[in-house]
Nanobody, 125 residues
Framework: VQLQASGGGLVQAGGSLRLSCVAP????????LAWFRQVTGKEREFVAA????????FYADSVKGRFTISRDNAKSTLYLQMNSLQPEDTAEYYC???????????????????WGQGTLVTVSS
């Protein structure tokens, strides 16, 4: 499934942004969805994931309490609400999806086959 992320931008430290992710012409039915981020020259890093049934989401320790992942299955849209942003949150953010991933692999980028183009988040100090 082809994914499109949007909502990135430039924000001051302490500010908020909401990222969105859609799959034009497709639904997210049955998919586990996740957000990763990547800084140039570094490995892609897990941010958050949420399963199809909207069960308890999973977060990286670095964003827990500041970021909220959610999904609107009727609109086939994935969100990432980011509050209290810090300069270390600056990265390209990617959404991804998988129908077959198991819980123990949620945080592993290579477990996901479908990736969209990223959206850049820049947090100034």
């Amino acid at each position: 499934v082809q994914l499109q992320a949007s909502g990135g931008g430039l924000v001051q430290a302490g500010g908020s942004l909401r990222l969105s992710c859609v799959a034009p012409g497709r639904t997210f039915s049955g998919y586990t969805l996740a957000w990763f981020r990547q800084v140039t020259g570094k490995e892609r890093e897990f941010v958050a994931a949420i399963k199809w049934a909207n069960s308890n989401p999973f977060y990286a320790d670095s964003v827990k309490g500041r970021f909220t992942i959610s999904r609107d299955n009727a609109k086939s849209t994935l969100y990432l609400q980011m509050n209290s942003l810090q300069p270390e949150d600056t990265a390209e953010y990617y959404c991804t999806a998988s129908r077959t991933i198991i819980t123990s692999n949620l945080r592993v980028p290579s477990s996901y086959a479908s990736w969209g183009q990223g959206t850049l988040v820049t947090v100034s100090s």
